[in-house]
């Protein structure tokens, strides 16, 4: 059973700095992992997708990191923007089951101060 | 595009009601899943559909909880009786299925179902 964990639980930053979030996951046997955001009472927004085989994806300021041996993800978020605050959620696929289900961590809660 | 949406945005029942959430897809996506939170956990993963066809039930909680999707285009989750434990927030979501399991999924706003 893939158990996922994500630290720190919550983070709060002064605007302007780069950050990173972390989430570890049990079972290496993944196809790929997924970061979201998720804005209170809001759904969840993909912010990027890693498949097994890559080591890193980026999207504007996001840097997403995967390595998969040793059951790491970081994301990282450069020059902050209080825009950011937000819970980031990871989440790995696994190969156990149909290989179709996310599995979630319980998320980083992210607040950029002004 | 439209994105995933789901109705109701917010149900309030009573113990012993059955309530039935909607999901409509991104348009073409042949793989529909839906997931549960409830309070203070993870997201969890409850079914998966490729059309209409069930591929994999393994986290539905018990027999309580029926899903549908008549003509693999919107599907239906309907909790009846519904007990207090299913109170949670419910997404959907949907993903294409040309790469298998290596396509991006794409989720809802989900429905927060509260039950009295």
């Known amino acids: 059973k893939q158990e996922v964990t994500q630290i720190p639980a919550a983070l709060s930053v002064p605007e302007g700095e780069n950050l990173v979030l972390n989430c570890s996951f049990t079972d290496s046997a993944i196809y790929n992992l997924q970061w979201f955001r998720q804005d209170p009472g809001k759904g969840l927004t993909s912010l990027l997708l890693i498949q097994s085989s890559q080591r890193e994806q980026t999207s504007g300021r996001l840097n997403a990191s995967l390595d998969k041996s040793s059951g790491r993800s970081t994301l990282y978020i450069a020059a902050s923007q209080p825009g950011d605050s937000a819970t980031y959620l990871c989440a790995p696929r696994g190969e156990s089951n149909s290989g179709y289900a996310l599995n979630f961590g319980k998320g980083t809660s992210l607040l950029v101060t002004p | 595009e439209a994105g995933v949406t789901q109705f109701p945005s917010h149900s309030v029942i009573e113990k012993g009601q059955t309530v039935t959430l909607r999901c409509d897809p991104i348009s073409g996506h042949d793989n529909l899943y839906w997931y549960r939170r409830v309070m203070g956990k993870e997201i969890k993963f409850l079914l998966h559909f490729v059309k209409e066809s069930k591929q994999d039930e393994s986290g539905m909680p018990n027999n309580r909880f029926l899903a549908e999707r008549t003509g693999g285009t919107y599907s239906t989750l309907k909790v009846q009786p519904a007990e207090l434990e299913d109170s949670g927030v419910y997404f959907c979501?949907?993903?294409?299925?040309?790469?298998?399991?290596?396509?991006?999924?794409?989720f809802g706003p989900g429905t927060r179902l509260t039950v009295l």
């Open positions: 979501a949907s993903s294409l299925h040309n790469r298998g399991f290596y396509n991006e999924q794409f």
